[in-house]
């Protein structure tokens, strides 16, 4: 099976910064893409950023950009998002997601979309 483990999350003051690390694991053979997404209470979960494995093409919420970049290391399949200029709106759960994830199951190769569990990023004074 698949298993995405995500870190760096925290409270940090407005204008701070944080990065958050997404870690895919498992007999995995590629990814189609990796990406973030957020939650705030009471609202829908949104996307932050997504970054194409093959193009490394990248895609922002409007919200985010030129204060977030997202990265990639294909070897170690696995996913970053550097957070600067941090507003209080920021505040959220992150969620990783790798979309198009062929791994062998044990008896054949098979394609899914996995989530993260989530980390906590709180922006506040």
């Known amino acids: 099976q698949v298993q995405l ?3 760096g999350g925290g409270l940090v ?3 701070g910064s ?3 690390s997404c870690a895919a694991s498992g007999s995995i ?3 189609r893409a990796m990406g973030w997404y957020r939650q705030a209470p ?3 979960r949104e996307l932050v950023a997504t970054i194409i494995t093959s193009s490394r093409s990248t895609n922002y919420a409007d ?8 990265s990639r290391d294909n070897a170690q ?3 970053y998002l550097q957070m600067n200029s941090l507003k209080p709106e920021d505040t959220a759960v992150y969620y990783c997601n790798a979309a198009g994830v062929t791994y062998w199951s044990g008896r054949s190769y098979v394609t899914a979309d996995y989530w ?8 506040s004074s």
């Open 29 to 31: 053979r590629s990814i």
């Open 5 to 7: 483990v995500e870190s």
């Open 116 to 123: 993260g569990q989530g980390t906590q990023v709180t922006v």
């Open 63 to 70: 919200s985010v950009k030129g204060r977030f970049t997202i």
């Open 42 to 44: 009471g609202k829908q």
């Open 18 to 20: 944080l990065r958050l």
């Open 13 to 15: 003051q407005p204008g």
């Open 77 to 79: 399949n696995t996913v």
